[in-house]
């Protein structure tokens, strides 16, 4: 009863204004008009009001989700769902109680606050302000009984401070870093010490559950002479690293649509009048690892040329259930930064050694003006600038296409200025174990501290000058692989290992991308419907590959087993596609993974002079011949077992529940060369997505702004009651593009209630 006076005490009441009407008197205002699919388009004369508006739309559409968010980066996780339970941490399971120390360890709130008043840009500070403000609305204007029911009455749903969306923007910036070695950091203590009993993974940076795919096509190749961009990022399909779309009008002519994740007050990726610009997750790493050299005396200490210097103990309390003691743990920082294991690994805290970690993304609040920078340019050479002059790109490439027909791919981002020449000579006789991770440095060395170089806003991070930056007016694309090859006709040079591998073998998706962009360009200049095509043409190069070879297999003279018999029988009806109609496709899947395994795949080894067509050819002979039709076979009893009929049509095996409607997915796994990448998991007969293609958008210009056509497969909404929180998904199934309203006009005539004006 006390809980609903006070929120009926708050309360806020919607204001429905005269037109024109002075805003001055209100401190946060803004106005909020949904059109098809719910998409909000939100209107504000300030930044303030900018967030303002942007918070109370995404917490109309996926309120629990963003408490939770909210309560996982103040490190209550285990209070209120308990230690040992498990919930994503950026892209993976980690228990509540590494998740907790995690934040109340390495979020370091003192430091953040002052990095807002110094380093975060006076609008910056005001979108946040807003954010916090309109998400607090949001709140009193529900009360308790307008809470979804899937968070109503649960303690951590509450009003937030700037706090939070201080340690929510530090979560963000460490997404593809620090995040995913939460628990080898939480769970890390000195040799002679009881360490906790949790299970520790070393992450596979191919495997973080991140990805995408992005074009930029140039005025040469296009139908219009006009820049056009193709975005197709693969993130979550659940959780707080969902995007979510949006339409923003702000001050001084700030107008972009497109899509941000969870408490990001503007759009992050998306398209203005004159530019468009998608983000992939780039192989540049952005922290590197230090491996230390322990005093004898004391393994909380460690030596620097020399001489012995203390670790940082840093003691933290975790609250746990009512009626349950809070936990302490603590843990050791260095000036390399903090102290991890991975004891499965080989990397443990011994009497002699132990391991730290460096991070470019620590403490950066600069993204926030690089997105508003880059919303408000006017041409790709602007996009470039934006993420240049302020190293605030986390962790993604930037691919952009203006209206005047230039493309530009920028992997430029926050990353350790570590010379090729600095990563050798400060290597440590096991760096090569931790290649694929990250550089490996020598910490008992000061010299092998990052390099400081003039002009960077941040000491020791590698300036844009030493990064990889093209524009030309064909086209580019990326699909996770390193600067090296953005386009096979020109090669990029080779620059610092930190920034990703260099001539070598590409991904299977990499190639795809090569194979099916070259064939598109091919066929004529691109416009929206070729492009659309291209994006969801679901072609396999895996299968491509492998498909000739495999089928002289399965006609041999030589016995085959029965196993692999059916398989062969199956995989005979198949399309070589991933729609939802295609036969077959469920066993390809499965068979693939097994036989990339077996050594000696490929016949034709890879050649950096050809990185699109090699390696190729299986090899068939004898033996190995042999393994692949075992492999074949494995992969039948494995469908089998699972109730999966061989023949069954994609989208019967690849689906998600809307309610007791099951929508088919089309698109399936990157590693089999997919452009419209669908990582799935298993559930009872089949399989559902985990990540892939999410928000997808065709973007290119006419003489009056934006030609953008898109489809959000997971929709806007994560509650079950909502309207759209499947709808996007169908159009997504029957690939129903959607022509996004830009103008006045469009969004009047794709209105689907009145405007909402909130003000306070």
């Known amino acids: 009863m006390k809980r609903n006076l006070l929120w009926a005490a708050a309360a806020a009441v919607l204001v429905t204004a005269p037109a024109g009407e002075a805003l001055a008197k209100y401190r946060y205002s803004a106005t909020i008009t949904r059109t098809t699919y719910g998409i909000p388009h939100i209107e504000a004369s300030d930044w303030r009001g900018v967030g303002y508006g942007v918070a109370y739309a995404y917490a109309e559409d996926n309120l629990c989700m963003l408490a939770e968010e ?195 007050p503007m759009p992050t990726l998306g398209f203005n009048k004159d530019i468009a610009w998608t983000h992939t997750v780039t192989e540049a790493r952005h922290f590197t690892l230090y491996q230390l050299a322990l005093d004898p005396a004391d393994p909380t200490r460690y030596m620097v040329d020399g001489t012995s210097e203390a670790m940082t103990p840093q003691t933290v309390t975790v609250p746990m259930p009512e009626g349950t003691p809070a936990l302490s743990r603590t843990l050791y920082s260095t000036r390399w930064g903090p102290v991890f294991v991975v004891p499965s690994r080989g990397i443990t805290w011994s009497a002699q050694t132990a391991f730290a970690l460096k991070d470019a993304n620590r403490g950066n609040q600069r993204g926030i003006e690089t997105w508003l920078r880059i919303g408000e340019a006017k041409n790709v050479g602007e996009v470039e600038a934006a993420v240049s002059e302020t190293l605030g790109i986390p962790w993604v490439n930037t691919i952009a296409a203006d209206r005047y027909g230039d493309a530009l791919h920028a992997d430029v981002t926050a990353v350790p200025n570590v010379t090729a020449e600095k990563a050798k000579t400060c290597a440590t006789p096991i760096a090569g174990l931790f290649a694929e991770l990250a550089i490996l440095l020598d910490g008992s060395k000061a010299a092998c501290d990052w390099d400081v170089a003039a002009g960077t806003p941040v000491p020791g991070l590698m300036p844009a000058s030493d990064q990889a930056a093209t524009t030309v007016r064909s086209w580019l694309t990326n699909s996770n692989d390193s600067y090296w ?72 003279e030589a016995p085959i087993a029965a196993a692999a018999m059916r398989g062969c029988k199956a995989l005979a009806g198949w399309d070589q596609r991933f729609e939802t109609q295609s036969r077959g496709a469920a066993l390809f899947r499965a068979f693939w993974p097994k036989a990339a395994r077996l050594p000696g795949l490929w016949a034709v080894p890879f050649d950096p002079a050809d990185p699109v067509n090699t390696p190729r050819t299986l090899a068939t002979d004898g033996a190995k011949g042999e393994k692949l039709l075992a492999a074949l076979g494995e992969a039948v009893e494995e469908l089998e077992k699972a109730g999966i009929p061989l023949d069954a049509p994609w989208g019967d095996v690849q689906r998600v529940m809307a309610g007791k409607d099951a929508i088919a997915i089309h698109g399936g796994p990157g590693g089999l060369g997919i452009l419209n990448m669908q990582e799935s998991v298993p559930v009872p007969g089949g399989l559902t997505p985990r990540h892939g293609t999410s928000y997808i958008q065709i973007v290119g210009f006419d003489d009056k702004g934006p030609v953008a056509d898109a489809i959000h497969s997971y929709a806007q909404s994560t509650n079950p009651a909502s309207p759209h929180a499947h709808d996007q998904t169908r159009a997504y199934s029957a690939k129903k593009w959607h022509r996004l309203p830009f103008s006045s006009r469009a969004i009047a005539a794709e209105t689907i209630a009145a405007p909402k004006r909130i003000r306070e």
């Not at 390495?106 to 110094?118: C, F, M, N, Y």
């Not at 380093?119 to 009193?140: C, D, H, I, K, Q």
């Not at 072609?539 to 498909?547: E, P």
């Open 70 to 264: 909210f309560a996982t980066v103040a490190g209550e996780r285990s209070r209120f769902w308990g230690p040992e339970a498990k919930a994503v941490l950026g892209f993976e399971e980690v228990d509540n109680l590494s998740s907790d120390v995690f934040f109340r360890a390495v979020i370091d709130l003192p430091a953040l606050r002052k990095g807002a008043e110094t380093t975060l840009s006076p609008r910056g500070r005001e979108l946040m302000a807003g954010y916090v403000a309109g998400y607090n609305r949001f709140l009193r204007d529900a009360g308790p009984d307008g809470i979804p029911a899937e968070c109503r009455g649960k303690g951590w749903v509450r009003p937030i401070t700037t706090d939070d969306m201080l340690r929510l923007n530090e979560k963000q910036m460490l997404l593809a870093s620090s995040l995913n070695l939460a628990p080898a950091i939480a769970n890390a203590a000195p040799a002679g010490s009881a360490a906790p009993k949790v299970a520790i993974n070393l992450p596979d940076p191919k495997e973080l559950g991140i990805g995408s795919n992005g074009w930029a096509f140039g005025g040469e190749v296009t139908a219009d002479g006009r820049g056009l961009l193709v975005g197709n990022p693969h993130f979550p399909w659940k959780g707080p690293s969902r995007f979510w779309q949006m339409h923003v009008k702000g001050p001084g002519g700030y107008e972009v649509m497109g899509v941000g994740l969870a408490g990001t």
């Open 485 to 556: 090859v953005s386009n096979p006709a020109f090669p990029h040079r080779q620059l610092s290992p930190i920034l990703g591998k260099y001539a070598t073998a590409r991904s299977l998706r990499t190639r795809s991308n090569f194979t099916e962009t070259a064939a598109l360009i091919a066929g004529g200049k691109i416009d929206h419907a070729r492009a659309e095509a291209h994006a969801f043409a679901n072609k396999s190069l895996a299968a491509d590959m492998a498909w000739e070879d495999i089928g002289m297999l399965c006609t041999q």
